[in-house]
């Protein structure tokens, strides 16, 4: 069955690029309506934003979503991811800014708040996004496929100059909590050369060491380290299954990204659903609704406090 959340949940916190305080809350909404952002602070005629792969404007720092009358939220990925890994479908993401404040730069604040006000079943099932075709996308410095499965899986491989990251790779997939369990909590990293210059361009202006990995080489600047000794393979992983959450609806596939990224992601929906050959949508029985994210969690998934 499609879910909802049981009750309104409020986050606030900084925006990344700004600096700003932001402040986001999620309220219930109507089976078979979706994942919808509404700009509070803008003319209530041009602030919704369908969370959809169709209005994502490429970049490689965060996903930014651009409405018909050009206007745009970004860093939607990691509550993005959030909602996909809870098995939430339907939600009206209020936000009073330009941008998802970044929190911790995981999304775990997001999934413990969304555990602890309830996800309720509606009188809807779910419809996925069953792979027919493998779909290649490749930018000469990194790929991103998608395979047809019988269950939503990811791959990811990076590999990074910087001895803190090296080569990682990790497989998973993604029924039972494992998004919650393995994934959530991995924040978004960066090496220390990429701060300046992103400060340099006034950019990741609320960017702190509390909310990124910051390395140095073979150091890890952010105080208290890593979460997980390969939490930035876990951290693309997370941002993989927020933009892969923009289809429209859980996908049944298995995802490979090598050295991939947020446009990338995007390119691949974007080829996926190109032609009607490589598709098709289904509705899931309680057997197939067992192979996607959401199914079989649990409260005690998260196993610890991120607020
Ligand atoms: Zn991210």
Known sequence: MQNTIKSSITFTGQGLHSGHAVSVTLHPAAAESGIWFRRTDVDSEVGYIKAHWDAVNASQLCTLLVNEHGVSLSTVEHIMAALAGCGVHNVMIEVDA????ILDGSAAPFVEKILAAGIVAQNAPVRAIEVLRSVVVDNG????????????????TIDF??????????????ANGAFIKELSDSRTFCLASDVDAMHAAGLAKGGTMENAVVVDGAD???PGGLRHADEAVRHKMLDAMGDLMLAGGPI?????GI????????????KLFSDPENYRMITCDDAVSENLP???IDSSDLLRSYS
């Open 161 to 174: 100059d910087a001895a803190a990251i090296g080569r990682q790779n990790k497989v998973l997939k993604m």
């Open 98 to 101: 330009n941008e998802v404040p």
């Open 259 to 270: 050295k991939s990224g947020h446009a990338l992601t995007n390119l691949l929906l974007r």
């Open 141 to 156: 410095r990194g790929s991103a496929r998608l395979d047809p499965a019988q269950e939503m899986s990811i791959e990811f």
């Open 294 to 296: 959401g199914s079989g």
């Open 252 to 256: 049944l596939g298995r995802y490979t």
């Open 220 to 222: 890890v600047l952010s």
